[in-house]
């Protein structure tokens, strides 16, 4: 009987993964970093498969710089949701190449400094997403408001992934020097696999971005009077253009349509309404979804993408959130 090692069938199901977000049909630029971070989870899981379910102990050495590829792949993606310059991601690429230069130096000169070396590149990105993460769901400035929550959701859980992996090889590393390695396959077979479908998962959740041209910044400012006055004009924007059934309106081109910084927008709405643009923004998208549900014959699934929702997970989600009830349960009421 032949045996498939069960991280050859992860490895399948993440290249389908990585085939169904290609062909998804939107209006947006495809996130690179995040669609080679599901190809190099792929690879990575064929080569675990190849070593510990076939013994090719041959691919010991790439391995471990192929795992080092990883965090540095997933914060790049994260970059991209946030940043509006790819200068300054360019910039870096040299930067971010050096984990895995440093694990093929370690795997040639020095071996056993390998799993310390990629316990801290793991940690180590994994709080540098974290950082970027710190605003909420107003970080991902290039994703639509309509997925940003779970796409920073996605994000959170591959930074939580990045950890779980250096904890595992930890844990490897300790049960090695205890001298009772025996734990040590089950733990890679089953641990590392997680981590990878994980990664996958968040990445193809939060793949896709559209990457507007630069826009200028002031610094934000503090005055609530001031706070007022951006909402207004952001309210008056919205309600004159209904910018909010865009589904790929995202903060960056909200702020180019407002003329006014995107940190200010966010500022405004997080300090005066406690709130973030992106509920914001789904505020006015349920607004006009009521006044649809009650006042015309239209179906729930029409309203829907009518008021710039794509999903009916994050429609219902959302409608809830304001209403306290279900589409279904709003049109009853009002009916």
Same mark, same amino acid.
């Given at each position: 009987m032949i045996f498939i090692p069960l991280p050859f069938?992860?490895?399948?199901?993440?290249?389908?993964?990585?085939?169904?977000?290609? @062909?998804?049909?939107?209006?947006?630029?495809?996130?690179? !970093?995040f669609l080679a971070l599901i190809l190099v989870s792929a690879l990575q899981s064929v080569l675990s498969g190849l070593r510990w379910g076939y013994g090719v102990q041959g691919v010991g050495l790439a391995a471990p710089v192929i795992a080092a590829v990883v965090p540095p792949l997933a914060y790049a993606g994260v970059f991209t949701l946030v940043k509006t310059s790819r200068r300054s991601l360019a910039a870096r690429i040299g930067l971010h190449a050096v !984990?895995?230069?440093?694990?093929?130096?370690?795997?040639?000169?020095?071996?056993?400094?390998?799993?310390?070396?990629?316990?801290l590149v793991f940690v180590g990105y994994a709080v540098a997403i974290l950082l970027l993460?710190? !605003?909420g769901a107003?970080?991902? @400035? $290039?994703? &639509?408001?309509?997925?940003?929550? !779970?796409?920073?959701?996605?994000?959170?859980?591959?930074?939580?992934?990045?950890?779980?992996?250096?904890a595992i090889d930890i844990f490897v590393f300790l049960d090695f020097i205890s001298?009772?390695?025996?734990?040590?396959?089950?733990?890679?077979?089953?641990?590392? $696999?997680?981590? $990878?479908? *994980?990664?996958? *998962?968040a990445a193809a959740a939060a793949s896709r971005s559209r990457v507007p041209p630069e826009t200028a910044e002031g610094a &934000?400012?503090?005055?609530?009077?001031?706070?007022?006055?951006?909402?207004?004009?952001?309210?008056?924007?919205?309600?004159?253009?209904k910018l909010y059934r865009d589904a790929n309106l995202n903060l960056d081109r909200l702020a180019?349509?407002?003329? *006014?910084?995107?940190?200010?927008?966010?500022?405004?709405?997080?300090?005066?309404?406690?709130?973030?643009?992106?509920?914001?923004?789904n505020d006015y998208r349920?607004?006009?979804?009521c006044h649809l549900l009650s006042a015309t014959e239209k179906s729930v699934t029409e309203v829907m993408f009518e008021v710039g929702f794509q999903t009916k997970s994050n429609f219902n989600r959302e409608f809830r959130r304001v209403t306290g009830m279900t589409p279904v349960a709003w049109r009853q009421r009002r009916g």
């Amino acid at each position: 009987m032949i045996f498939i090692p069960l991280p050859f069938v992860v490895a399948l199901l993440l290249l389908i993964l990585f085939a169904t977000v290609l @062909r998804r049909d939107e209006e947006v630029a495809l996130n690179l !970093p995040f669609l080679a971070l599901i190809l190099v989870s792929a690879l990575q899981s064929v080569l675990s498969g190849l070593r510990w379910g076939y013994g090719v102990q041959g691919v010991g050495l790439a391995a471990p710089v192929i795992a080092a590829v990883v965090p540095p792949l997933a914060y790049a993606g994260v970059f991209t949701l946030v940043k509006t310059s790819r200068r300054s991601l360019a910039a870096r690429i040299g930067l971010h190449a050096v !984990p895995a230069i440093l694990i093929l130096l370690l795997a040639t000169f020095w071996r056993d400094a390998i799993d310390v070396a990629l316990v801290l590149v793991f940690v180590g990105y994994a709080v540098a997403i974290l950082l970027l993460m710190r !605003p909420g769901a107003d970080a991902l @400035r $290039l994703a &639509p408001f309509e997925g940003a929550v !779970p796409a920073y959701r996605a994000i959170i859980f591959a930074a939580a992934a990045l950890c779980l992996s250096a904890a595992i090889d930890i844990f490897v590393f300790l049960d090695f020097i205890s001298a009772h390695s025996e734990r040590a396959l089950a733990l890679i077979s089953v641990g590392n $696999l997680a981590a $990878l479908v *994980i990664l996958g *998962i968040a990445a193809a959740a939060a793949s896709r971005s559209r990457v507007p041209p630069e826009t200028a910044e002031g610094a &934000p400012r503090s005055d609530t009077s001031e706070d007022k006055e951006t909402i207004a004009m952001v309210d008056a924007l919205m309600e004159a253009k209904k910018l909010y059934r865009d589904a790929n309106l995202n903060l960056d081109r909200l702020a180019r349509k407002a003329g *006014i910084p995107a940190r200010q927008i966010s500022t405004a709405i997080n300090r005066a309404m406690d709130k973030n643009v992106s509920q914001y923004v789904n505020d006015y998208r349920i607004g006009e979804a009521c006044h649809l549900l009650s006042a015309t014959e239209k179906s729930v699934t029409e309203v829907m993408f009518e008021v710039g929702f794509q999903t009916k997970s994050n429609f219902n989600r959302e409608f809830r959130r304001v209403t306290g009830m279900t589409p279904v349960a709003w049109r009853q009421r009002r009916g």
